[in-house]
């Protein structure tokens, strides 16, 4: 059980700009939920809760003066559903204080599940839109000595790149070190707005409704079905084989796959196994792709905003069980590579011409009615792999596990380095309850059947 016991308004410790932040068409059709992200901690022995908490509060306070639009507000221009606005009005971000009756133990290797959601605020989205912090935090104690970060920022305000940008800015501070100019972030925006028209046309398949399964009209009667949560992690030797499996005879001029490309292909078509899927079932995968060095010229590194498009690949369940293993990830490949600086422009200049973006803005909401369903038998798999998400210390040492808060949507995953970045991967999933046994054997037994016909 957690109670929370304090709430802070923190606010920029100095007076910051009240103009000239844009929210950039690559922004604008980004989910008006927060992102929740959970850290963590075994602080050594010497450690000393009420100094660290008003160490935290101190930095974070510093630390909104470098990034100050999240002590901002949102607010709609015109009808709801359509663009937003930033006000950087300083009104400050929500911290909240907690402790838990539980201990660190009780909750195994951290698997995003409602009691782990509880570690990290929770967001009334009823609640007018300029009155919801952009930025939540909640320090939560455990009777072991232990304790957590949780964290929600708004999906608008930022991907994951500069989310983990900000954890280590506002965690340097913490330790009292100096920030290097190279560090602070871009707040620029424009560069993502929409200008002149692309010098092509493209099939933007993400925009159109997700395929439904076979038989039914209404998407409510999957929607409606029981899900469960799942870490699926997989050593070093595994995720191996698979890169084995994906570029047994592979053509001399095609490049290897990636662990992401490999992981992500198996997940694939072990969901569409697990999901029992007729062999001309439609199935579409959803991923993000990373645009900092896509642009012309490439985005600066530290640039604060959304610089990611979410890009589908689609192909017949049968199709992903009955061609050999590389077949799911030259198709991951071929989204990938389809964004370009072209593609880019394109995109959020079809963005900015949707009257209403309720759709691409609502879907991750629990128990959300609006928009398409993404589910069965489609998934959304997003990548952490090489993202900077580790190491994050506020002086009292590095976290034992940094994660998702939360996976809302039957189908949708993350994939993750291993704790101790040795090669490994961790899959975190929410799917059906009826199709997760049947996807634990499968995920793994399907590496284990191509190392035996190897041998």
Not at 327 to 340: D, F, Q
Request: charged share 20%.
């Amino acid at each position: 059980m957690v109670v929370l016991k304090s709430c802070y308004t923190i606010k920029p410790a100095k007076p910051t700009p009240t103009s000239g932040i844009v929210i950039s068409d690559c922004d604008q059709d980004k989910p008006i939920t927060h992102a929740p992200i959970i850290y963590i901690y075994r602080p050594c022995s010497n450690f000393s809760y009420n100094s660290a908490l008003e160490s935290i509060k101190i930095a974070l306070s510093k630390a909104l003066v470098h990034f100050y639009p999240l002590a901002g507000r949102l607010k709609w221009v015109g009808d709801k559903g359509g663009q937003v606005e930033l006000e950087c009005s300083s009104v400050g971000v929500w911290l909240y204080e907690a402790k838990s009756n539980t201990k660190l133990a009780d909750y195994g290797d951290f698997c995003p599940t409602p009691e782990l959601r509880s570690l990290i605020p929770s967001v009334d989205y009823n609640a007018p839109l300029q009155e919801i912090p952009l930025l939540l935090v909640q320090i939560t104690r455990f009777t072991c000595g232990g304790l957590s970060l949780g964290v929600g920022i708004s999906h608008i305000m930022a991907d994951g790149t500069c989310f983990f940008h900000f954890m280590s800015v506002w965690a340097r501070i913490a330790r009292g070190e100096p920030l290097d100019v190279d560090v602070l972030p871009y707040l620029d925006r424009t560069a993502l707005l929409a200008r002149e028209p692309p010098t092509s046309q493209y099939n933007h398949e993400r925009f159109d409704p997700p395929p439904l399964l076979m038989g039914l009209v209404d998407k409510n009667e999957e929607r409606n079905k029981r899900t469960t949560v799942a870490m699926l992690h997989l050593s070093k030797t595994q995720v191996e084989k698979l890169k084995n499996m994906a570029n047994d005879s592979r053509a001399a001029n095609i490049r290897p796959y990636s662990r992401y490309e490999v992981v992500t292909g198996h997940l694939w078509r072990c969901m569409c196994k697990a999901r029992e899927h007729k062999s001309e079932q439609i199935t579409r995968l959803y991923l993000t792709v990373n645009i900092r060095n896509r642009m012309k010229p490439p985005l600066p590194r530290a640039y604060f905003g959304n610089a990611i498009l979410r890009v589908t690949a689609t192909s017949q369940s049968g199709e992903l069980m009955a061609q050999p293993f590389r077949y799911g990830p030259s198709k991951i490949r071929e989204a990938i590579e389809m964004v370009t600086d072209d593609y880019v422009k394109s995109t959020i200049n079809l963005v900015k011409g949707l009257p209403d973006l309720t759709p691409f803005r609502t879907y991750h909401i629990v128990e959300s009615t609006q928009g398409a369903f993404y589910g069965n038998p489609n998934l959304e798999v997003t990548s952490w792999v090489g993202l900077p998400l580790k190491g994050v210390d506020f002086g009292w040492g590095k976290e034992i596990h940094v994660g998702p808060g939360s996976v809302n949507l039957d189908g949708k995953a993350f994939i993750m380095d291993g704790h101790n970045e040795d090669g490994s991967l961790v899959v975190a999933l929410r799917l059906q309850v009826g199709h997760m046994d049947a996807l634990r054997e499968i995920f793994y037994k399907d590496i284990d059947d191509w190392r035996s016909s190897k041998m």
